[in-house]
T-cell receptor, first 114, second 112 residues
Framework: EPEVTQTPSHQVTQMGQEVILRCVPISNHLYFYWYRQILGQKVEFLVSFYNNEISEKSEIFDDQFSVERPDGSNFTLKIRSTKLEDSAMYFC????????????FGSGTRLTVV | QQQVKQSPQSLIVQKGGISIINCAYENTAFDYFPWYQQFPGKGPALLIAIRPDVSEKKEGRFTISFNKSAKQFSLHIMDSQPGDSATYFCAASSTGFQKLVFGTGTRLLVSP
C-alpha cells in the first residue's frame, strides 16, 4: 500500500536554529499538508499546498514557517529560529483531492527543541 | 465555530464489548467526517468516514452514526478487541481535501 514517508523520524535542535522536515507524499496525490501534534494533544492543521502554492494556512503558520516542493517528489516544512514551544510531532499528509477523499498521513517527525 | 468536540477523553471496555465515542460540531459547512486511529509513535490512519447524505456507515466492526440535525456523529466499535486499543480522533472538513479539524481524541483501552 502506498505510504507517505517522513524523515527524519526524530530531530533534536537547539533553540534558535533552523530545521527542515522532509516528506515524500504518495506519487499521484495532488494535495499536501502539514499538521502538528503537541504531546498528548489534538492534531492541528498548519498548511495545505496545491498546484505549487499554499492553498490555506492556520494562524499557527506564521512567518517562522515555510513550505516548499523543491522537486517532483519532496515536500518540506522549514521552521526558522525554533522555539521551545515548537517541540511536537509534525505530520505530513497527502490526498488525491477526488473520490473518497481521505488523507494518508506519514508516521511523523518528532521535533525536540532544547 | 471551527471546533469539533469529542468525548469521552478516555474509555475502558472489556474485550467483546461495544466502544462508543461521540463528536459534535457547529460549522454547518462541514460535509466530510472521518475517524482516525492512532497508535503510539504513528501517524493517524483513516478508519472510516461519512458524508452527511447518509445517517450510518458500517465497515466491518466499525460503524459511524450521523445525526445531521443534532450536528453529532459517533463511532461504534463492535466486539472490541485488545488490538483496538489506540487513540481515536474524529475530524471534520468542509470538503474532503481541505483542512481537517480534529477532535481532542479518545484513548481507548480494551481489556483482555
Amino acid at each position: 500500500e502506498p505510504e507517505v514517508t517522513q524523515t527524519p523520524s526524530h530531530q533534536v535542535t537547539q533553540m534558535g536554529q533552523e530545521v527542515i522536515l522532509r516528506c515524500v507524499p504518495i506519487s499521484n496525490h495532488l494535495y499536501f499538508y502539514w499538521y502538528r501534534q503537541i504531546l498528548g494533544q489534538k492534531v492541528e492543521f498548519l498548511v495545505s499546498f496545491y498546484n505549487n502554492e499554499i492553498s490555506e494556512k492556520s494562524e499557527i503558520f506564521d512567518d517562522q514557517f515555510s513550505v516548499e516542493r523543491p522537486d517532483g517528489s519532496n515536500f518540506t516544512l522549514k521552521i526558522r529560529s525554533t522555539k521551545l514551544e515548537d517541540s511536537a510531532m509534525y505530520f505530513c499528509a497527502s490526498s488525491t483531492g477526488t473520490g473518497n477523499y481521505g488523507y494518508t498521513f506519514g508516521s511523523g517527525t518528532r521535533l525536540t527543541v532544547v | 465555530q471551527q471546533q469539533v468536540k469529542q468525548s469521552p477523553q478516555s474509555l475502558i471496555v472489556q474485550k467483546g464489548g461495544i466502544s462508543i465515542i461521540n463528536c459534535a460540531y457547529e460549522n454547518t459547512a462541514f460535509d466530510y467526517f472521518p475517524w482516525y486511529q492512532q497508535f503510539p509513535g504513528k501517524g493517524p490512519a483513516l478508519l472510516i468516514a461519512i458524508r452527511p447524505d447518509v445517517s450510518e456507515k458500517k465497515e466491518g466492526r466499525f460503524t459511524i452514526s450521523f445525526n445531521k440535525s443534532a450536528k453529532q456523529f459517533s463511532l461504534h466499535i463492535m466486539d472490541s478487541q485488545p488490538g483496538d486499543s489506540a487513540t481515536y480522533f474524529c475530524a471534520a472538513s468542509s470538503t474532503g481535501f481541505q483542512k481537517l479539524v480534529f477532535g481532542t481524541g479518545t484513548r481507548l483501552l480494551v481489556s483482555p
